[in-house]
């Protein structure tokens, strides 16, 4: 219950940074516009090889990239606390800091889930993206598990940049650079050689952006979910091992401090 009551406490911390990011016309008209944008720039390449089911691939697979693009902000809104000096005073205090963490930049995991949920259910149709009723519900889930395991990946991402803020944004840009080449958002996961494809199944966002291929298919995303929420539970022990080993090395040699360094 601990641990309810921290995370809980800190999912108002980024309530409030979202609602400070956004406004309703900045994240409709700037934020949304952008992912449509960006969407729709690759969906068009598939347009281009004149290939219906390119396009499919292309559009699905930019898609839960543009979930992974919001997601790995948590490699910046992570460093907050340390810039805000705050970092010091959680890590004396007895709450667990993943529970702290986890919940600080939550807000990134509903955003990604309404833009994605828009392409897909709006733009998608034009594209032969086409959903049922059953499978338009069952999309949402679908996405929120991929989102939140994908979160769970980024959480550990985040840690790391605690001591090293200077490259947040680049970490968080050569991550996504590299899961979308190689977790089968632009090319089939088998394109690549066999050891590839055995790494990125590490990764939950392989196994979600299969769910949601498997539902647009008319088949059954289950499985996909399943793994996506295996291997987020494997790096939220990750995060926490890492934060951990952050706090006691800040204790014993002073590394933690106040300030934005």
């Not at 089911?53 to 919001?70: N, P, S």
């Amino acid at each position: 219950m601990h641990w309810i009551r921290v995370f809980a406490a800190s999912t108002v911390n980024a309530a409030a940074d979202f609602a400070a990011t956004y406004t309703w016309r900045t994240w409709t008209f700037a934020w949304l516009s952008r992912i449509i944008a960006q969407v729709l720039f690759f969906t068009l390449i598939g347009t281009l090889l004149g290939s219906p089911d390119k396009q499919r691939f292309l559009l699905i697979g930019a898609t839960v990239m543009a979930i992974v693009a919001e997601v790995l902000f948590t490699c910046a809104s992570s460093t907050w606390e340390r810039r805000a000096g705050t970092l010091p005073l959680l890590v004396a205090s007895p709450g667990d800091l993943l529970a702290v963490f986890a919940g600080r930049s939550i807000q990134w995991v509903p955003s990604s889930v309404a833009t994605s949920s828009v392409c897909l259910l709006v733009v998608g149709p034009f594209f032969g993206v086409h959903w049922t009723w059953g499978t338009a519900l069952a999309l949402v889930p679908v996405l929120v598990v991929t989102a939140v395991t994908t979160y769970c990946f980024a959480l550990v991402a985040g840690a790391f940049v605690l001591n090293a803020m200077d490259i947040r944004n680049i970490v968080a840009n050569v991550l996504g650079a590299l899961m979308t080449a190689f977790c089968g958002a632009v090319v089939p996961v088998s394109y690549w050689p066999g050891w590839v494809g055995q790494v990125v199944t590490l990764l939950p966002t392989t196994h979600g952006l299969r769910a949601v291929r498997a539902l647009a298919d008319g088949g059954n995303p289950v499985g996909g979910c399943v793994a996506a929420l295996l291997t987020g539970v494997l790096w939220l022990v990750v995060a926490r091992l890492v934060l951990h080993r952050l706090a006691e090395h800040g204790r014993r040699d002073g590394t933690i401090e106040f300030g934005d360094s």
